[in-house]
């Protein structure tokens, strides 16, 4: 009788441990398609409900925009009491096990004030004690969301196996939420990576003028295509002719705002007194010759892109104003009196070092600040040497077609082209291939022709000054001990003329290059050569050094 009585008191235990251990497996099995976390907690919850009466599972979660805790997965709920099912932090029962991270246990939801009722009326329950069990889903030692059950008090399973199987699968569940975070992240993140590089595809620079395959030219790119979207300002660097103003284009052709105008505006090429006119525009009769008014380039720009080209070149009286335009994006024309709102982006461009001109007292630092949000430096054309036969090719297609001439390159051009130092960058490159084209005979570019350009090209340097020193004396091939110049008289701005390789020149390269340690860069400067020519007759000479 002992034994019988033992055994129909064991049963239902022995009972319910196995539903248990069925829930787990099942939850387990679950965790592994978190890829769809609606279905994987739809079914725990519904399992929970089959298998151990804990029922109208629900699981909240705070809203990303209002933080309120909302019914995210339910099971035995309407959409009606899921929408109902909102709480602020602390608010409620499920508010407070939110916000302490703590269980909460209400055997009887009639005799507990705290208990809301909100989302399912009590008139929908059974008509006896009902309780209410919430546990906090937890990561990281956080509360990240609660989830809840209701059941009936009289059943004989005791509350705390309830608790202790609600916070292992409460526990599960977070790993679901939190595996299924992972994967939109990665998959965002993939998606936006796919969206870049579709976006690389589909609008390489070369669609706009802008050419090349070095790592110095990809880098710009790749950058550009970062921050095109973004609203923040732009500040261009770099010499002459390497490309700043198609670089800004190329932003706004590729920015959301390329549906509006791109205004282009040179600081530099209008004279002081007419810029601020230009820029910000003027009433009627505001100065002297105002017989009408006239909108500014910035308000013109409304909607899309102002390039400032030269920015260095601004007048201090002016950099001012650009600074209000960039602080509280708005513009008052001369002789106006209200302001004018303005939705524009600036994108501005510097050959100078404007930090040099910061210290120097000629540009403001705030206004530096504000434009120097995105630097982008266009790389000289030296310094993507690998770009000059693209490059190349293309000027030669582009002006054979436009004079009507049909031209063929020798063997050697290309390696002079790219021995060149290239001072005016791809400005000065597209100029002498179109003189080439123009002083070609019989068809065809060869390399006399274009060692006389470039001889001529040579003469001209953009660091001319009024006290220029000579140039210092190459070391010849018998002089040995004879003593190298020194370093402050190297100045890199003295170059010779552009000159073909000779043989004849191997033993004195050989000796500059000895007299200064190996040092090539200092060995160039004492030879009147840029460190790219001396490199270009060494290759050209086979002379090896190390």
């Not at 009491?81 to 602390?90: H, I």
């Not at 000059?388 to 049909?406: Q, S, V």
């Not at 210092?472 to 190297?490: C, I, K, L, R, V």
């Not at 170059?495 to 090539?520: C, D, H, M, W």
Request: some cysteine.
């Amino acid at each position: 009788m002992t034994l019988e009585t033992s055994t129909e008191h064991a049963s239902p235990d022995l009972a319910t441990r196995e539903q248990e251990i069925t829930l787990l497996l099942e939850v387990a099995k679950l965790m592994g398609r978190s890829g769809d976390p609606d279905a994987a907690i739809y079914r725990i919850l519904g399992m929970m409900s089959q298998l151990l009466g804990l029922n109208r599972g629900r699981v909240l979660l705070p809203d990303p925009d209002s933080g309120q805790l909302r019914i995210r997965h339910a099971y035995g709920l309407t959409d009606a009491e899921r929408a109902r099912g909102s709480y602020s932090l602390g608010e409620g029962v499920t508010g407070r096990v939110m916000k302490t991270g703590q269980i909460a246990l209400i055997q009887d939801i009639d005799n507990e004030p705290e208990y809301l009722a909100r989302a399912i009326d009590r008139s929908t329950l059974p008509q006896e004690t009902v309780a209410y069990i919430a546990v906090p889903i937890v990561q990281d030692e956080h509360a990240i969301g609660v989830l809840g059950v209701h059941r009936l008090r009289r059943r004989t399973r005791q509350f705390q196996d309830d608790l202790n199987l609600l916070r292992v699968v409460a526990s599960m569940i977070g790993q679901v939420l939190r595996i299924h975070q992972l994967i939109a992240e990665r998959t965002a993140e993939l998606v936006s990576e796919n969206r870049y590089l579709k976006s690389a595809l589909d609008t390489q620079g070369g669609q706009y003028g802008i050419l090349g395959e070095s790592p110095a030219l990809r880098h710009v790119l790749k950058q550009v295509h970062r921050i095109a979207d973004t609203q923040a300002t732009v500040l261009v660097t770099g010499a002459s002719g390497t490309g700043k103003e198609k670089i800004a284009r190329m932003i706004h052709r590729i920015s959301q705002r390329n549906a509006k105008p791109f205004i282009s505006i040179n600081c530099a090429a209008i004279p002081a007194d007419l810029l601020e006119s230009e820029l910000f525009g003027h009433e009627k009769g505001a100065f002297t010759g105002a017989s009408s008014a006239k909108v500014g380039k910035i308000a013109l720009a409304d909607g899309g892109t102002l390039f400032l080209d030269e920015i260095g070149d601004m007048p201090e009286a002016l950099q001012s104003k650009i600074l209000r335009v960039l602080q509280e994006r708005v513009v008052q024309p001369i002789g106006g009196n209200r302001d004018l709102p303005v939705d524009v982006r600036i994108i501005a461009a510097t050959h100078q070092n404007l930090q040099a001109a910061v210290n120097a007292g000629h540009f403001r630092l705030d206004l530096f600040y504000r434009l120097n949000v995105i630097p982008l430096h266009m790389p000289a054309l030296r310094d993507r040497s690998s770009d000059i036969r693209l490059l190349t090719r293309h000027f030669l297609d582009r002006y054979t077609h436009l004079h009507g001439w049909n031209v063929v390159v020798d063997d050697g051009v290309l390696e002079r082209l790219e021995g060149f130092d290239w001072p005016g960058n791809i400005r000065q490159l597209e100029n002498v291939l179109e003189r080439a084209v123009l002083l070609s005979t019989d068809g065809r570019i060869g390399t006399p022709l274009i060692d006389e350009i470039l001889h001529e090209e040579s003469r001209i340097s953009p660091f001319e000054s009024e006290t220029r020193s000579p140039p210092a004396e190459a070391p010849s091939a018998g002089t040995t001990g004879q003593t190298m110049p020194s370093s402050s008289a190297m100045r890199t701005d003295i170059v010779r003329p552009y000159q073909r390789v000779n043989a004849s020149e191997a033993e004195r390269l050989k000796q500059a290059i000895v007299q200064t340690g190996g040092n090539k860069t200092r060995a160039a400067m004492a030879l009147g050569l840029t460190p790219r020519q001396l490199r270009y007759r060494l290759k050209k000479l086979g002379i090896e050094t190390t």
